[in-house]
């Protein structure tokens, strides 16, 4: 059906086209480039028009994440622009991430005025001259699979339809559009476009009958096959066709430098995450959806083992090297190809020695898993965290309903995803600054959904923190970000000590260019947007306070007002005596222990008390004092009046703060005991109290509180021990 679209520019006709589409964002970092954008982003808000939503993402890495994040999460294409040469100079990375990845994202920048005047939208800024450059395309264009300068509304249709077309089409990955000013500007007044698009919708690839067969006949003559697997969880599709092979073969799948959930790592004939060790035992090898099966410098197959790749392009063509032995190669969408396989083999397989084999491997499994477990325990408590053991923490803490964004430092081992689609890690191609970014753009695209992002140190800052944080809040995408904090780079220090083991770097221990020392307080940085961010350094909280953050503050503070249906609600029974509460764990506690002069005033309800008594455990737990609050009349006197309930509370008192409220007298005191008070200065309670009496004026007395508990357990930070 042909539809016509009144339009004021080329501009306004881009959006029409775009929502028509079913684009859903814009995720965009603008620049002068965009003006003729904005104003028809205005006309059509102001006339009440669809557009696709526009996402103000402050600096471009996280803005091509965000896309990335979006469609490896729907696996639907979405849309970024950035400005001109420099905007896209910054986002190169983000779409080698995602042409390596595999992820389909039409990428745009302005382009510059083409001409010095005559024009609307001619240059009328000094830039204009300078960020013009001959070829702009020519900056991505290894990397994307198709390119194009917008140049006449005439072919404006055409040009979205081919880009959003190419894009999905498998190997899916990004295309490039630029867009001149004085294009975008141009005065029209309609646009006629096809609606629905006149354009097939890439389909999925199936490889002939004939090598199927020739495939599963190997497989299925095997006496030892096994399964590499890396990518095949893209499409969550195929995670069920593999287990259907798997299973029809008896043989183990090695889920190796993984970056989706390919396979339950529950199921036992999850093989764990190296195949290197059974290569060489191998007689048919299975490489799905791998760039990478091994090393050839170290380890490889014998070489009469038989070796089959699956993938949408297993030649892997836009890698320059690639020299795997290869006896087939099945071109084909591993949905289709991987369960096309399982129905071959179920044919010709013998199933005696297949459940032979099975038995075989599920042993393998079972001692793996436990290995696992006992390589956390050993650590539970060595100081600073190990990886292993914040690694088990996060995992301990996922279920089918949490989506992990992975980029470096969670050790899948200490986890068990099992539901396609629950876990996304870093990119092939490694570009770091994806995770912050691809976990914001994974809420968006799965707000039921509660994402955890795991990050290294040297990742969080790739990842531009300050925007990503930013958008978090300005778009209410909740996500709690973990920072694996080893002070380094890690990844590169590893790289020494392989390349030169008995090296001068290793013996001198001196290794240049590695350290992230000193290491800034990174929690405040998600503060400076209003999100609750805290330090762990005590390995025995770690479990707590994954929970806590999850089941409380990912959905109290960060951002207001998000409730989190993955989470069940508290049940709160009715009939508890006043002050206590039914924890989100389950444990019936006191919130507060004084006698309440007039417990028929407290103005908290149940789940309100909840929260403080979260707050309270967790305040207490991390600075070792013993925090209380008192809400209540505190007398004429009111300092006298918090005074003798700190005294109340007898031999705990030198260790314990009190804080005081009386509401009705508008009057706040902390009392510090002795032992507190050399850890909580005057000045930091005076803080306190300011912050709490403002958000009290404002009628949060809740808020008002837990903020203040959050400032003097920053200040009082975690006690040093002397050993
Ligand atoms: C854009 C970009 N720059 C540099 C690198 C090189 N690099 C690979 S890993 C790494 C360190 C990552 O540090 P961190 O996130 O703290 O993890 P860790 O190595 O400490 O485990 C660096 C710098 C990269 N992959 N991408
Ligand atoms: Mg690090």
């Avoid at 005047?117 to 070829?135: C, K, L, M």
């Avoid at 390995?539 to 503070?557: G, I, M, Q, S, V």
Wanted: hydrophobic residues 45%; negative net charge; glycine residues 8%.
């Amino acid at each position: 059906m042909l539809k016509r679209a009144a339009v004021e520019s080329t501009a306004e006709a881009y959006l029409e086209l775009l929502a028509a589409r079913g684009v859903e964002y814009l995720f965009a970092n603008a620049g002068t480039d965009f003006a003729p954008l904005i104003e028809a982003y205005a006309k059509r808000g102001a006339q009440g028009q669809a557009s696709p939503r526009p996402i103000t993402v402050p600096h471009e890495v996280p803005a091509v994440a965000m896309a990335h994040g979006y469609a490896m999460v729907t696996g639907r294409p979405q849309v970024v622009m950035v400005h001109v040469i420099v905007g896209a100079g910054n986002a190169v990375g983000g779409i080698i991430n995602a042409a390596r990845s595999n992820v389909p994202i039409l990428f745009s920048a302005g382009r510059n005025p083409i001409t010095e005047a005559g024009h609307a939208g001619s240059r009328d800024r000094p830039i204009h001259w300078a960020q013009e450059s001959f070829d702009q395309a020519a900056m991505v264009r290894e990397f994307v699979k198709w390119d194009y300068e917008l140049r006449s509304v005439s072919d404006l249709e055409t040009v979205v339809d081919r880009a959003l077309t190419l894009a999905q089409a498998e190997p899916q990955g990004p295309v490039y559009l630029t867009l001149p000013r004085e294009v975008l500007g141009a005065r029209q007044e309609a646009i006629e476009y096809a609606d629905p698009a006149r354009v097939a919708k890439p389909g999925p690839l199936v490889p002939s009958p004939e090598s199927i067969d020739e495939a599963a006949r190997i497989l299925a003559a095997a006496r030892n096959p096994l399964i590499i697997v890396k990518a095949a969880g893209r499409d969550p599709g195929a995670v069920a066709s593999l287990v259907a092979l798997a299973e029809m073969l008896g043989a183990p799948v090695f889920d190796q430098f993984h970056t989706y959930v390919n396979f339950p790592q529950d199921h036992p004939l999850h093989g764990g995450f190296d195949a290197a060790p059974h290569l060489d035992a191998a007689d048919a090898i299975l490489v799905v959806e791998s760039d990478v099966p091994w090393f050839p410098a170290f380890t490889r197959p014998r070489a009469e083992a038989r070796i089959i790749h699956v993938g949408v392009d297993p030649l892997f063509s836009r890698y320059p090297l690639r020299g795997f032995p290869t006896d087939l190669a099945l071109a084909g969408t591993p949905r289709l190809a991987l369960q096309a396989l399982a129905d071959a083999v179920a044919r010709s397989a013998d199933a005696a020695a297949v459940a032979v084999r099975r038995k075989r491997w599920e042993g393998q499994h079972a001692g793996q898993r436990e290995a696992a477990a006992a390589r956390a325990r050993a650590v539970q408590s060595d100081t600073p965290i190990d990886m292993a053991w914040l690694s088990r923490c996060v995992g301990d803490v996922v279920d089918d309903q949490t989506i992990v964004v992975n980029e470096y430092d969670l050790d899948a081992t200490q986890a068990c995803f099992t539901e396609p689609g629950t876990y996304f890690a870093a990119p092939p191609s490694g570009g770091l600054g994806w995770g912050l970014g691809a976990a914001l753009g994974a809420k968006l695209a799965a707000p039921d959904k509660t994402l955890i992002c795991c990050v290294g140190d040297g990742a969080y800052i790739f990842g531009a923190p300050t925007a990503a944080h930013f958008v978090s809040r300005a778009y209410n995408l909740p996500v709690l970000f973990v920072v694996f904090n080893n002070r380094t780079w890690n990844a590169v220090k590893r790289a020494v000590q392989t390349f030169a083991k008995d090296g001068w770097a290793v013996k001198t221990d001196s290794m240049p260019l590695t350290a992230l020392e000193p290491a800034p307080d990174y929690e405040m940085v998600c503060r400076a947007s209003g999100g609750h961010g805290e330090r762990v350094e005590d390995p025995a909280l770690l479990p707590d306070a994954h929970e806590y953050h999850l089941k409380r503050f990912l959905h109290e503070f960060f951002p207001r007002g998000v409730e989190f249906p993955a989470h069940p609600a508290v049940a709160v029974p009715e009939d508890l005596p006043l002050g206590s509460v039914v924890t989100a764990s389950g444990r019936v506690s006191a919130a507060v222990e004084f006698d309440v002069a007039e417990p028929s005033t407290l103005p908290f309800s149940a789940v309100q008390l909840t929260r403080l008594d979260e707050a309270l455990t967790l305040v207490s737990r991390h600075t070792e004092l013993r925090f209380s609050v008192y809400l209540g009349d505190l007398g004429e006197d009111s300092h006298a009046g918090a005074q003798r309930l700190h005294g109340q509370l007898g031999a705990a008192a030198a260790d314990s703060v009190l804080v005081a409220v009386d509401p009705q007298r508008r009057n706040v005191d902390i009392v510090t005991g002795p032992e507190a008070r050399l850890r909580l200065a005057d000045r930091g309670c005076k803080l306190a109290v300011m912050s709490m009496v403002a958000s009290f004026k404002e009628g949060d007395l809740v808020g008002g509180l837990l903020s203040g508990l959050r400032m003097l357990s920053d200040q009082a930070g975690v006690p040093h021990h002397s050993h």
